[in-house]
């Protein structure tokens, strides 16, 4: 069984005693690969909404989590996936929707990031509060509950919530719309190169 880690976060297969051809492992690829209809960079894997997959006697059962509740692309998602196994020769697919923990832009792997960048779309900064992912120097973020000793100065005039340019790099931008093509992507503008993005919320 492919299961989430202690945080939640999908951990990667492990090599279980029927792994091989047709075995869980092989099962995993397939959904893994499956696209996200409003990410088609991404797969559901890179998105991580892909808790775990399961292979029994009485065929195969995947878990998806969606990105936010009530997200329309689960049911696209989960048909897709289906037919992939089903094509690849699983029968009596079963796809089901877990709900907790809720899903985090955290949960994007490094390889999607990558892809969002690539495609003009800002990935999105840390949701867990870690400065250095937006671009913020480390020790310099506003968060202070917890700590002890001297008080760090923030002497960088970049906002903590700034979004980097996929297209220059530069922190120089401004958020244009609140929602873009989709409920989970906001509309922005660089003032360095001029042109204008979208860039992944974070969760």
């Known amino acids: ?116 960048a690539e495609a003009g779309i800002a990935p999105p900064p840390a949701a867990s509060g870690d400065a250095s992912a937006r671009g913020v120097p480390v020790g310099r973020s506003p968060g202070l509950a917890g700590r002890s000793g001297p008080v760090p100065v923030k002497l960088s005039t970049v906002p903590s919530d700034a979004v980097r340019c996929p297209r220059c790099g530069s922190l120089s931008t401004r958020e244009t719309a609140r929602f873009g093509a989709t409920a989970c992507k906001s509309l922005h503008r660089c003032a360095a190169c001029g042109e204008p993005f979208e860039a992944v919320k974070a969760l």
């Open 1 to 116: 069984m492919v299961t989430p880690g202690a945080t939640g976060r999908p951990a990667a297969a492990s090599a279980p005693a029927d792994a091989g051809a047709g075995g869980r492992d092989a099962a995993y690829a397939v959904a893994a690969a499956t696209p996200d209809p409003e990410l088609p960079q991404l797969t559901i894997a890179d998105l991580g909404i892909l808790r775990a997959v399961d292979l029994s006697a009485d065929g195969v059962e995947v878990t998806i989590t969606p990105t936010y509740s009530g997200c329309p692309a689960m049911r696209e998602i989960g048909a897709d996936v289906a037919r992939r196994l089903a094509a690849a020769g699983y029968r009596s697919v079963t796809v089901k929707t877990q709900l907790a923990p809720p899903w985090s832009s955290d949960w994007i792997t490094a390889d999607g990031r990558r892809k969002l």
